[in-house]
């Protein structure tokens, strides 16, 4: 492939057309297990199928779960460290609690309980000691922002599973829906609500095989300056920010949103996960950190394709009542993260329309269910 023609997630090796229907495959056959808990006394919650967590009614207050792999951003902290010999494994722990925690609390839950799963290639991964202490150093690091338990986890040496050298990190969590009136799964979604977006860090951890990719195509790879003092590698190493604080901050100032979103995989397109027929109108789009700016140009794709695949800019998306949207983004930048009055919900068929770029995104461009 020549060096200047575009790069895309199906051509980095993540094709979502391929792994979305084994996901409804999935959710088709899990939803059928849900009678289960009524041998136990308790229910689930039915719109938080398919939704980024899921809710079990326990009577007195609403149960949410649910477990996140990282994916392949280690491989960029292990080729950083190689590069420059420093250890980016504190800001792999925070990237792989903020996969699950970010996803938990979309449902208005209050993260509980974190437990950790780290598979590696071999015992001899676990060897070595500053990268090891890094890892649990930044895990805790993150549940002490977010205000969670480590419960416990596991620590597997698969070789034959895992390839030799590197590490599989994933995360469950546990959270509290309590009031009940917490609840957020988008009943109340509808026109007129507003869209509040957050901030994002930079790529956080979805589309790193892209970014990956993207590296064998320059002369200087990981070492690449993408802004004066910083590498491409740094940028992608950037810590996931973590979103809880936010939603605790928004709780107690007595703001319940009517639905969240956590922009990850399929980027922009994620603002289209609720099931309702409804327009998002999209007036101000946030600026691009310098690192998703740089992916975009280096690898020559359109804005159609960037705000498709990446968060660009917007790592997570709350839709509230238009009265409390100042409020919301006042919140969140007092949180430390910055936010935009971005959108507003609108009666029509179902799409987003990102003005300031010119892209719009319909229902068939996103099948989670």
Not at 100 to 125: E, K, R
Not at 154 to 168: F, Q
Not at 264 to 292: C, D, S
Request: proline share 4%.
């Amino acid at each position: 492939m020549s060096a200047s023609a575009p790069l895309t997630y199906d051509q980095a090796g993540v094709n979502y057309d391929l792994i979305d229907p084994l996901k409804i495959a999935a959710q088709r056959a899990a939803a059928a297990t849900g009678a289960h808990l009524g041998g136990h006394g308790f229910s689930e919650v039915a719109a938080s199928r398919g939704e980024s967590a899921y809710v079990v009614d326990v009577g007195p207050f609403y149960l949410a779960s649910i477990v996140e792999c990282l994916g392949t951003k280690t491989l960029v902290a292990d080729e950083m460290a190689a590069l420059t010999g420093k250890s980016f494994y504190a800001s792999i722990a925070q990237d792989t609690i903020a996969m699950a925690i970010n996803d938990l609390i979309t449902v208005g839950a209050t993260p509980l309980v974190v437990q950790a799963y780290w598979a590696a290639g071999g015992s001899d991964w676990f060897g070595d000691a500053a990268r090891a202490q890094a890892l649990v150093a930044g895990w805790k690091a993150a549940c002490d922002t977010c205000a969670v338990a480590w419960g416990g986890g596991e620590t597997p040496a698969l070789a034959g599973i895992v390839a030799d050298g590197r590490v599989d990190l994933a995360a469950s969590c546990t959270g509290l829906i309590n009031p009940k009136e917490r609840l957020s799964v988008g009943d109340d979604l509808g026109p007129g609500d507003a869209i509040v977006l957050l901030a994002s860090s930079g790529i956080h951890a979805n589309g790193l095989s892209l970014a990956r990719k993207l590296a064998e195509r320059l002369p200087k790879g990981y070492l690449t300056e993408i802004a004066p003092g910083l590498s491409y590698g740094e940028g992608l190493l950037a810590p996931t920010t973590l979103y809880s604080p936010v939603t605790e901050a928004l709780w107690k100032a007595g703001i319940v949103p009517r639905y969240s979103a956590n922009i990850t995989g399929h980027g922009w397109r994620k603002l289209l996960r609720h099931p309702k027929a409804l327009t998002y109108r999209i007036h101000t789009v946030p600026p691009k950190t310098a690192v998703l700016d740089f992916i975009q140009r280096q690898a020559g794709q359109d804005d159609r394709e960037a705000y498709s695949t990446l968060n660009m800019g917007a790592g997570f998306a709350l839709f509230v009542k238009a009265e409390d949207a100042e409020r919301t983004a006042q919140i969140s930048r007092d949180c430390g993260i910055d936010a935009w009055v971005a959108g507003r919900v609108e009666a029509g068929e179902k799409r987003v329309i990102i003005e300031p770029i010119g892209v719009e995104f319909g229902s068939e461009d996103l099948a989670l269910r």
